[in-house]
């Protein structure tokens, strides 16, 4: 696995995050407006990708997802089924009926959109939800892995990712029938993004990361180097984005092409 271009890495300072675990990040159209959540209830907002502040979300319980829906309407999702939901980009928050998953037995942890298939990956023993309509309704799929799954990520209906575990990332071509494991180093994969013409990009424990510009293919070390657990990502471009962690951890990432 060869090693890319050193990108330029900013550590964007946040008051009172210090104890708060980052489990997603996400950006509105343009990246205008770019949210992270996580444990105890935080929700930073930012604007531009400056300027970050907190907040209040009404609840204490831990944050895992958001789905951005347009530049004004996001849902975040939560434990044990919490949604939240804002109309004005985040600025305020209000709670919405549990999500259709329900209770916390399969401790969903981040889905995908793919078309009219919606995916869904937790963290108990590899569990992979699969819907064909939107949402409405969801069945148990089968990769043929067990691991523990942390994040999932789709290009296209066709090409796909699962962040995973003890160095595995799996990638499917052919819209989740059959999943390939990539060779990667030996770290906890914690999360996944990936854009149009291939490339993605994934994050894990002691700030690892690596990018593919083919689709999977091959491979390549970014260096996020002396951070902490990097628990989510989130392009907005070419190799430029976020990613967030532990204590508190927001980086704001860009520079040369890459691999």
Request: with cysteine.
């Amino acid at each position: 696995m060869s090693v890319a271009n050193a990108i330029s890495l900013q550590r964007i300072r946040l008051q009172g995050a210090e104890n708060v675990r980052f489990h997603s990040v996400a950006s509105t159209a343009g990246g205008v407006v770019t949210l992270a959540v996580g444990t105890a209830g935080a929700i930073y907002r930012g604007c531009k990708g400056e300027a970050f502040t907190r907040i209040p979300s009404g609840t204490r319980r831990t944050l895992y997802g958001i789905q951005v829906h347009s530049d004004l309407d996001v849902t975040i999702t939560g434990w044990r089924g919490l949604r939240l939901v804002s109309h004005d980009a985040g600025t305020s928050w209000s709670m919405a009926p549990p999500s259709p998953f329900g209770g916390a037995e399969r401790l969903l942890k981040d889905v995908a959109v793919a078309g009219s298939s919606r995916w869904a990956v937790g963290a108990l023993k590899g569990t992979v939800l699969r819907s064909r309509d939107s949402g409405r309704t969801w069945v148990v799929f089968s990769t043929g892995f067990s691991c523990r799954f942390n994040g999932i990520s789709f290009e296209n209906e066709m090409l796909g990712y699962i962040s995973a575990d003890g160095g595995i990332l799996l990638v499917t071509r052919d819209g989740g029938n059959s999943w390939e494991e990539q060779q990667t180093e030996p770290v906890d994969w914690l999360g996944i993004d990936c854009l149009e013409a291939g490339i993605a990009v994934a994050v894990g424990t002691r700030g690892a990361a690596i990018g593919t510009r083919d689709g999977g293919f091959s491979w390549h070390h970014i260096r996020f180097a002396g951070t902490d657990d990097l628990h989510c990502v989130h392009l907005l471009g070419d190799f430029f984005g976020f990613a967030a962690g532990e204590q508190g951890t927001l980086l704001k990432f860009g520079g040369p092409k890459g691999p």
